[in-house]
């Protein structure tokens, strides 16, 4: 059975853990960055924040199944307006990948945005991810723009639905 936990930079376990899972779903780092997962990959998960967001308005949680961490999620509350959600990261390791769980994250990232007060959720994908870009397509987001940013490998594509 699929469980959540939040996952907290304060505890070294879970960024133990996050570093596995991101070391488990390795394809995805080198498909954006062309590199490894690295320890500093998953405490900047943990902690990092947009300016003038607070650790109250982010969300990241580990999908687990018997104990094992299987899955992550980032989400930060109003960003970069207040009436939408930015989901920065749903990723599971390559052994538990097109299951099911990926659409499983995106109705808990739906119900966050919404016990959040948001009407909108929001997402960037980087172009050399087409898979990625594919699935986020059928769960009904549209392109809004496109942006460079220097440490991906492709042009960042900025998505957002109605929820």
Same mark, same amino acid.
């Given at each position: ?35 490894? #997962? /690295?320890?500093?990959? *998953? @405490? !900047?998960? $943990? ?32 960003? #970069? /307006?207040?009436?939408? *959600? @930015? !989901?920065? $990261? ?74």
């Amino acid at each position: 059975m699929l469980s959540l936990r939040q996952l907290s930079a304060s505890n070294p376990q879970d960024i133990d853990a996050l570093l596995l899972l991101f070391e488990q779903a390795s394809d995805y780092f080198h498909i954006i960055e062309d590199r490894p #997962p /690295e320890y500093n990959d *998953a @405490y !900047l998960t $943990l902690t990092e924040l947009p300016l003038l967001k607070g650790i109250e308005d982010k969300r990241c949680m580990g999908f687990y199944l018997d104990h094992l961490l299987v899955g992550c999620i980032d989400m930060i509350r109003g960003y #970069p /307006e207040t009436h939408i *959600a @930015y !989901l920065g $990261l749903i990723l599971f390791s390559e052994n538990y990948q097109r299951q099911g769980l990926g659409k499983k994250g995106v109705e808990y990232a739906t119900q966050m945005s919404k016990s959040w007060g948001c009407t909108m959720l929001r997402l960037a994908v980087i172009e050399t991810n087409q898979l990625a870009f594919s699935f986020w397509q059928r769960q009904g987001f549209k392109e809004i723009y496109r942006k460079s940013l220097l440490q991906y490998t492709g042009q960042a594509i900025v998505m957002e639905r109605h929820i």
